[in-house]
């Protein structure tokens, strides 16, 4: 981050104008809403998502399914419901919250390396379309479940590619030494696959392969096509679904490679393999569809200056509305909502109010120097692993979720009281 000039409407999401220095979603001030509901917030522009699900759609003619793992409440599944998407969900808790949005069960892809006898169980008995399998102990598991229900249950078998996608470690999924799946090298895929086809309560529906998150280098999805193919073609797979983990951009100077650009790659690969419109391909974006989406807006409680060194500034969450700085180091930036047009003309280090001297948003922030305690201070891209990731570490209440678009600002997650803290304690 060279320029000290104001945030870049490309971290924006599609709502956010900006008029005589102040920020406004939808046609509301930002700093309206934070004196609505207070700070901090995750405001989301709902209209955003559901420009990118369908640009998402309309990109190919494959079948989108929304990692909900980015984030998820239940009025956004009804959103995607109604936007005709599928679901990936990986844990009983997901699938819960999907369903009770009305979620329709049979576009419902559940993942997991280690689901539980009753995660798999409450999936079955409700109807899930299909079931990722990741070891040869749940795919037991999961024909006992199917043969005590009297159905049999649709399977995407994973597979570890063998593919290293170029991104923090982390967030790699795909190489041999992996939590995730069965290694295509040694012949575990091609074992658990034969499992899977000789049960009479499961259904070979097809593979599934995942490389990681937040991938710019579009040449990793070809390499992972190209790994498949073999085995592609000698089960023929009524449905090949390749994952997700398209790059977003988070600072300047930063571009995501878009749906687009993604869907041309993928089919090239396709193409070039043999592989036809015969297997129906699925992918699972979720960063992409919803980090752009969002911002998280805070309040300034203190400047502190250290001179020669450097100047914390002090907002009023942190690494437990955001830990993804904590974990992969990711980069921010930051705007003041009510002088979004101004010069960013000094560094300082945005930092939250734990207990931790980790707890840094954003260490090297351009923001103006007009900056003062008491100021709303926003971080675009949080729509992705921020509230879903969430805690209560030092008992800090998560905030609260507003929805806005074009009929005005809704709550669809309440923020939590200290009163919600030993709710469930005895």
Same mark, same amino acid.
Not at 188 to 209: N, Q, R, Y
Not at 283 to 293: D, F, K, W
Not at 389 to 413: H, K, L, Q, T
């Given at each position: 981050?060279? $320029?000290?000039?104001?945030?870049?409407?490309?971290?924006?999401?599609?709502?956010?104008?900006?008029?005589?220095?102040?920020?406004?979603?939808?046609?509301?001030?930002?700093?309206?809403?934070?004196?609505?509901?207070?700070?901090?917030?995750?405001?989301?522009?709902?209209?955003?998502?559901?420009?990118?699900?369908?640009? $998402?759609?309309?990109?190919?003619?494959?079948?989108?399914?929304?990692?909900?793992?980015?984030?998820?409440?239940?009025?956004?599944? !009804?959103?995607?419901?109604?936007?005709?998407?599928?679901?990936?969900?990986?844990?009983? *808790?997901?699938?819960?919250?999907?369903?009770?949005?009305?979620?329709?069960?049979?576009?419902?892809?559940?993942?997991?390396?280690?689901?539980?006898?009753?995660?798999?169980?409450?999936?079955?008995?409700?109807?899930?379309?299909? &079931?990722?399998?990741?070891?040869?102990?749940?795919?037991?598991?999961?024909?006992?479940?199917?043969?005590?229900?009297?159905?049999?249950?649709?399977?995407?078998?994973?597979?570890?590619?063998?593919?290293?996608?170029?991104?923090?470690?982390?967030?790699?999924? *795909?190489?041999?030494?992996?939590? &995730?799946?069965?290694?295509?090298?040694?012949?575990?895929?091609?074992?658990?696959?034969?499992?899977?086809?000789?049960?009479?309560?499961?259904?070979?529906?097809?593979?599934?392969?995942?490389?990681?998150?937040?991938? &710019?280098?579009?040449?990793?999805?070809?390499?992972?096509?190209?790994? =498949?193919?073999?085995?592609?073609?000698?089960?023929?797979?009524?449905? =090949?679904?390749?994952?997700?983990? =398209?790059?977003?951009?988070?600072?300047?100077?930063?571009?995501?490679?878009?749906?687009?650009?993604?869907?041309?790659?993928?089919?090239?690969?396709?193409?070039?393999?043999?592989?036809?419109?015969?297997?129906?391909?699925?992918?699972?974006?979720? !960063?992409?569809?919803?980090?752009?989406?969002?911002?998280?807006?805070?309040?300034?409680?203190?400047?502190?200056?250290?001179?020669?060194?450097?100047?914390?500034?002090?907002?009023?969450? *942190?690494?437990?509305?955001?830990?993804?700085?904590?974990?992969?180091?990711?980069?921010?930036?930051?705007?003041?909502?009510?002088?979004?047009?101004?010069?960013?003309?000094?560094?300082?280090?945005?930092?939250?109010?734990?207990?931790?001297?980790?707890?840094?948003?954003?260490?090297?922030? =351009?923001?103006?120097?007009?900056?003062?305690?008491?100021?709303?201070?926003?971080?675009?891209?949080?729509?992705?692993? *921020?509230?879903?990731?969430?805690?209560?570490?030092?008992?800090?209440?998560?905030?609260?979720?507003? &929805?806005?678009?074009?009929?005005?600002?809704?709550?669809?997650?309440?923020?939590?009281?200290?009163?919600?803290?030993? !709710?469930?304690?005895?």
């Amino acid at each position: 981050m060279g $320029a000290t000039t104001p945030i870049s409407p490309t971290l924006l999401s599609r709502g956010v104008s900006i008029r005589e220095g102040r920020a406004y979603l939808h046609g509301i001030a930002v700093a309206d809403l934070a004196e609505e509901f207070g700070t901090p917030l995750f405001l989301y522009d709902a209209a955003h998502i559901r420009a990118e699900v369908t640009a $998402a759609k309309e990109a190919a003619g494959w079948q989108v399914a929304y990692a909900s793992k980015a984030f998820l409440c239940r009025e956004l599944a !009804r959103i995607m419901d109604e936007l005709g998407v599928h679901m990936d969900v990986a844990s009983g *808790g997901e699938l819960h919250v999907a369903l009770s949005a009305g979620f329709d069960p049979g576009r419902i892809v559940l993942h997991g390396n280690n689901k539980s006898v009753a995660e798999i169980e409450y999936g079955v008995a409700k109807g899930v379309g299909l &079931f990722v399998v990741d070891s040869v102990a749940e795919i037991g598991r999961l024909e006992r479940a199917a043969e005590a229900a009297g159905r049999r249950q649709p399977v995407l078998v994973r597979v570890t590619p063998g593919v290293e996608a170029h991104t923090h470690e982390y967030v790699m999924t *795909g190489q041999e030494d992996s939590k &995730f799946g069965f290694s295509l090298a040694s012949g575990a895929a091609e074992a658990a696959l034969g499992m899977v086809k000789a049960s009479p309560w499961l259904e070979f529906a097809g593979i599934h392969a995942h490389i990681g998150s937040q991938i &710019f280098l579009l040449d990793s999805y070809a390499k992972e096509v190209d790994a =498949l193919a073999a085995m592609v073609k000698a089960h023929s797979p009524r449905v =090949l679904n390749l994952g997700g983990g =398209l790059g977003v951009a988070y600072v300047s100077g930063e571009e995501s490679p878009g749906f687009d650009a993604w869907a041309v790659q993928l089919y090239a690969a396709l193409e070039h393999n043999g592989i036809g419109p015969d297997v129906q391909i699925m992918v699972e974006p979720g !960063r992409s569809l919803v980090a752009q989406a969002a911002m998280t807006v805070y309040r300034v409680g203190t400047v502190k200056r250290l001179e020669g060194l450097r100047t914390y500034v002090s907002v009023d969450g *942190g690494m437990s509305d955001n830990p993804r700085p904590v974990l992969y180091g990711s980069g921010y930036e930051a705007f003041l909502p009510e002088a979004a047009d101004a010069e960013r003309d000094q560094v300082v280090t945005v930092v939250g109010k734990h207990c931790e001297s980790g707890d840094v948003l954003i260490r090297d922030a =351009l923001l103006p120097s007009s900056l003062e305690e008491g100021d709303l201070l926003a971080t675009p891209v949080t729509g992705a692993y *921020g509230y879903s990731m969430a805690s209560n570490y030092n008992r800090v209440p998560r905030p609260p979720v507003i &929805f806005v678009d074009e009929s005005g600002a809704r709550v669809v997650v309440r923020g939590e009281s200290f009163e919600d803290l030993v !709710r469930l304690e005895v």
